[in-house]
């Protein structure tokens, strides 16, 4: 008993000073990218955090919503958003760019998983699809709209629903597969014509005419 107490009692303090040591790894990434932020927007950044107060509150959301990133996504992230904005990255803008590119899980990029939905063969279900929310996509925009509209029209709307769709497998959703028509267990051998003749003979003396 003393043995198993004294285990528990170590594997507690383990588990402590991991959460301990994750916790501090996060604060220095969130820390590192506050900097990086004050050195590439400064007129901005010190606009958005004018005071001490600002910042360190500002700080512990972000740690707060990053948390379930790793340090080194959150620092990559970081320095991801300040080569492509010249605009103080939002919070939400920030959890984007930690998540993972539709492409990085095996995805089509918008555009592509666009032109798969305008080309696949009627019954659409019925497709071999490169994912699901290739499909699913094409469901919300309207089959018949994207068809039938340019993509300059078309592409926008379809887009908008796919990345939400893939937003979606990003955060671990599993799509439901399109329901492809179920094939008549038995198949039914056409009648020949006597056999016709004598059903209609039948029919009309249940019918009496």
Known sequence: MTSQSKSSTEAGQADESN????????????????????LNYHNQYYSGYSNTE??????????????????????????????ESEYLPTLNRMIRACQPSPEEIGLSDA???????????NPKAAYHWSHPAVYHAGVASDWYFLQSSSEKIAFPI??????KLCERV????TLTSPNAPVLPQTIETPLSAEENVKRMEELRKKLEI
């Not at 959460?19 to 004050?38: C, P, Y």
């Not at 509150?57 to 992230?77: E, G, N």
């Not at 990003?170 to 959703?173: C, H, K, Q």
Request: proline letters at 3%; charged letters at 25%; aromatic letters at 10%.
């Open 170 to 173: 990003m955060r671990g959703e």
């Open 111 to 121: 555009h592509g998983a666009y032109v798969e939905a305008c080309r696949a063969p």
């Open 158 to 163: 379809y887009e908008k629903h796919y990345l």
């Open 19 to 38: 959460k301990s040591r994750s916790s501090e790894e996060h604060i220095d990434a969130i820390n590192q990218v506050f900097v990086l932020f004050r």
């Open 54 to 83: 600002l910042l360190n509150a500002a700080k512990r959301l972000w740690l707060s919503a990053l948390h379930d990133f790793s340090p080194d996504t959150i620092l990559q992230a970081a320095k991801k958003v300040i080569k």
